[in-house]
């Protein structure tokens, strides 16, 4: 059976190396069938004029043929060579990356060197690491990144790029095993018709995009532009082929591996989703807070340990998954784990926060024993205070406290008072009527506010009148056709609305500025580097698809979850301030609230009831029951 399974992945190696070789052959003919129509007005000039000095074509047409041949051979030529230009001169996107030099990392070096001795390939040209779940071989042959070579050596090579989550949650087997598929791509990629076809589908890539450059005139734009449709075209022309390529590429790859850890293979392929999963939740349920408040963990990689740890306890099919950490981790091959952590840590943040390059006052980083004070209890006074700020210009009088509290301050009353009481002119829902009549203590601020006397039929209505006026029905329903722009499914509170709105716009306003201000510091970061004339080592790093962040985590929030966000931060200030409760660190979910050392879990339904619903009455349950008291004045920032 061992002849027979050798014999299958010889035979599937070779398979997939002729494939990816027809389909590198098949690239390169269209480069050919290019430039043969470039050249063939020039050819049917030398024709004519060959023809005119053998006397076969002469006379005045024959003469007029030569000169339009020539100027439209001309013209020809002057606009592939433009184009043969830009496409070997063009720079061709790069991961942003974290380069590894040997001596940062000799003992991963030599793993590497020893996978590719066994698997006959090519040793890569280099180490870099990516603050991704995924690993691959990345093409660094261009001048414009030989400055990112790391290896003295292999200048045909392409450059191994290392998922840094895997280094931290695998051990060192484990990653020998996922990396042997991706090492052994390096033996079709010294190919040289392959290499060629890779060549010319990254420069066409490369190609499309200078129109983009901002550093262009007006007339080299447009030239940009007539390249960059000329680049287009030959690149949908060879994409199919270029596909099939890179499939032949990883088929060979994959039958070659197979002989190399094969069942540590199996084992480890389920880690490499696990930890994906970890990788996901660490990002935006931790990582993304504090990137908002102008901090960065500097141990990311550190932390995906944690939360795949407590995925592993929580999640009985990850059982038995932590019980791994006994063995060596891949982590050990660095020399100095702490700094590689930080420097991809810098870069996660980038990558899908926008964060500045380097640290500075206002983007420093933090350690995961500072999270909850540094971040978690900041963020939510931050949001408290912008809740506030708000509140207050939207015109909320501090008296929506109650006529008797004597709080001096923002409170968690003037929020939930503000919620609860408010209400549109004309007839409201039911439900919020009858939570507001079942709590009198909501009815006192409506007289406060002088607005009791517009209420008085729907807190009847909602209170003890088991049988509503038909006439109120009717007026029901011609409201709802009047406001045809309401949900008909979901209860409407106006003041959440209006408040959800003015809380949008305003966050809206804070990140163009946050924004400007990072354009501004990137603008200038060029101009230094313009004027130093140097090599632009951050330009790696700044991606090739336009302003960072390349890959925002998370899509635009509805204004009703900001609302549910903020006035969520507005209790967690009470209870720290006025409880026994202390924020804390959820290695899954983020910032938490801890009261009595166990995590607040059920406290975000309750403050949708209130935001949604206009319904007080599960949230004020929560705060009796956990002793806060929300008519105490909290501490913002």
């Known amino acids: 059976m061992a002849g027979v399974s050798g014999t299958g992945s010889v035979v599937g190696e070779e398979w997939g190396a002729r494939a990816a ?17 470039a050249v063939l007005p020039a050819a049917v000039a030398v024709v004519l004029y060959a023809g005119g000095v053998t006397g076969h074509f002469t006379g005045a047409a024959w003469d007029t043929a030569r000169w339009v041949v020539t100027v439209l051979a001309v013209l020809v030529l002057l606009a592939a060579a433009a184009v043969a230009l830009v496409v070997a001169r063009a720079r061709p996107a790069a991961t942003p990356t974290v380069e590894l030099a040997e001596t940062a990392a000799p003992d991963l070096y030599r793993l590497v060197r020893d996978l590719a001795d066994r698997l006959d390939v090519p040793a890569p040209a280099g180490i870099a690491l990516t603050p991704d779940c995924d690993s691959w071989l990345e093409d660094r042959t261009h001048r414009a990144h030989r400055a990112l070579r790391t290896a003295p050596g292999g200048d045909g090579a392409p450059v191994l790029v290392i998922g840094s989550p895997f280094l931290w949650w695998m051990r060192v087997a484990e990653l020998r095993a996922v990396l042997a598929p991706v090492v052994a ?76 850890d094969y069942g540590v293979r199996i084992v480890a392929q389920e880690q490499v989703g696990l930890a994906y999963a970890g990788w996901d939740r660490l990002l935006t349920r931790v990582a993304l807070p504090a990137w908002r408040m102008g901090r960065w963990p500097a141990k990311l990689d550190a932390g995906v340990v944690s939360a795949l740890t407590e995925l592993s306890r929580r999640d009985r099919l990850a059982e038995g998954f932590s019980s791994r950490l006994g063995e060596r981790p891949a982590c050990d091959l660095l020399e100095e784990p702490g700094a590689v952590d930080e420097a991809t840590s810098l870069l996660a943040a980038r990558l899908f926060h926008g964060g500045p390059a380097e640290a500075g006052p206002d983007w420093s ?66 439900d919020s009527d009858a939570a507001d009549a079942a709590d009198p203590a909501h009815q006192e601020p409506d007289a406060a506010d002088g607005t009791g006397p517009a209420d008085p039929e729907p807190d009847g209505i909602g209170a003890a009148d088991p049988d509503p006026d038909p006439d109120s029905d009717a007026d029901d329903v011609t409201g709802a056709d009047q406001l045809g722009a309401l949900d008909d499914d979901e209860p409407v509170n106006p003041a959440a609305e209006a408040l959800a709105g003015a809380l949008s716009a305003l966050l809206v306003r804070e990140e163009a500025a946050r924004e400007a201000r990072v354009a501004a510091a990137a603008e200038s970061a060029r101009s230094a580097e313009k004027s130093r004339k140097a090599a632009p080592a951050a330009v790696a790093v700044s991606g090739p698809d336009g302003p960072l962040p390349l890959f925002p985590l998370q899509p635009p929030r509805t204004g009703r979850d900001l609302l549910a966000d903020h006035v969520t931060a507005m209790v967690c200030c009470a209870a720290v301030d006025t409880a026994e409760a202390v924020p804390g660190l959820d290695w899954l979910d983020g910032p938490a609230l801890l009261v009595g050392g166990e995590r607040a879990a059920d406290l975000g339904p309750r403050v949708l009831a209130l935001v949604e619903d206009g319904d007080p009455e599960p949230l004020s349950v929560w705060l009796a029951r956990t002793g806060v008291r929300p008519e105490k004045p909290v501490r913002l920032v």
Not at 22 to 36: P, T
Not at 191 to 220: M, N, T, Y
């Open 365 to 430: 980083p933090v350690e995961w024993s500072q999270y909850p004070e540094e971040v978690v209890d900041r963020k939510w006074r931050t949001d408290a205070a912008r809740l506030h700020q708000v509140l207050d210009g939207l015109g909320v009088p501090d008296s929506a406290a109650g006529p008797a509290s004597d709080a001096v301050g923002p409170t968690l009353t003037r929020v939930i008072a503000h919620l609860t009481t408010e209400r549109p002119p004309g007839p409201a829902h039911p």
């Open 185 to 260: 791509g390096t033996g079709p990629a010294a190919q040289p018709d392959i290499a060629a076809a890779r060549r010319f589908v990254r420069g066409l890539d490369a190609a499309v995009a200078v129109p983009d450059d901002p550093g262009l005139d007006p007339i080299r734009r447009l030239g940009a532009h007539g390249v960059g449709r000329m680049a287009r075209v030959l690149l949908r022309a060879c994409r199919g082929h270029a596909a099939e390529m890179e499939r032949g590429v990883a088929a060979a790859g994959s039958e070659r591996a197979q002989a190399v």
């Open 21 to 37: 070789h027809s389909r590198a052959l098949a690239v390169l003919r269209v480069r050919g069938r290019a430039l043969g129509l």
